[in-house]
């Protein structure tokens, strides 16, 4: 992809993780004002049996691109063995991380992908986004890396930002390095 395209692309992206979903258009909001399950949200993932209509990977894939964050390349592309050496019980930390069907992390492994009434899971507040640890050190990487995307190109008006608040549809919170510290912490003491 050429660096005019891969600079549309990230601004269209960074702009959507900005705008976000309304409840009422975020397919991962699956119920509707009177409590009943969105059948149609629904069928966007599920056959009528409630199947995946493909793998977990492909299907969080459909409608998010796996460069969406910094990060999350190099997470899907960790082994399956690299994951389970990494990877903490449910009963260390009170949440399960749900692996793709080949033992690999796909985006669900630390999202949460239904809706938290349905699928009797907790979900993490939204904060303000550390300004110290090891998700703020991702964030300042991803920005000086966009930056530095877009100093290449300066006739280009791409706005970005990035998120005032971090995503509430993460299984621990990013707060205290939480989420990342639940399996990377051996290397976090080793620094």
């Not at 969105?38 to 990977?57: F, M, P, R």
């Not at 690299?82 to 009963?91: C, F, G, I, R, T």
């Not at 299984?171 to 912490?185: F, G, S, T, V, W």
């Amino acid at each position: 992809m050429k660096l005019g395209s891969r600079l549309v692309f990230l601004a269209v992206l960074l702009a959507l993780a900005v705008r976000g979903f309304a409840n009422d258009e975020n397919p991962h909001w699956m119920l509707r004002p009177d409590g009943e399950p969105d059948e149609e949200k629904c069928a966007i993932c599920h056959d009528e049996d409630k199947n995946l209509l493909s793998s977990k990977e492909e299907t969080c894939l459909s409608c998010h691109d796996r460069t969406l964050h910094s990060g999350s390349v190099e997470h899907l592309r960790a082994s399956a063995s690299d994951v389970q050496a990494l990877l903490p019980p449910k009963e260390k930390i009170g949440v399960e991380f749900p692996l793709a069907e080949d033992g690999r992390m796909y985006c669900g492994t630390c999202h949460l992908f239904h809706d938290p009434r349905v699928d009797e899971v907790t979900l993490a507040a939204p904060r303000t986004l550390p300004s110290e640890g090891i998700a703020a050190e991702i964030r300042r990487a991803t920005e000086k890396q966009v930056r530095s995307l877009l100093a290449l190109r300066p006739e280009s008006e791409v706005e970005w930002s990035f998120a005032p608040k971090s995503t509430g549809f993460l299984r621990l919170p990013l707060a205290d390095d939480e989420l990342c510290l639940a399996c990377h912490e051996r290397e976090a003491k080793g620094r």
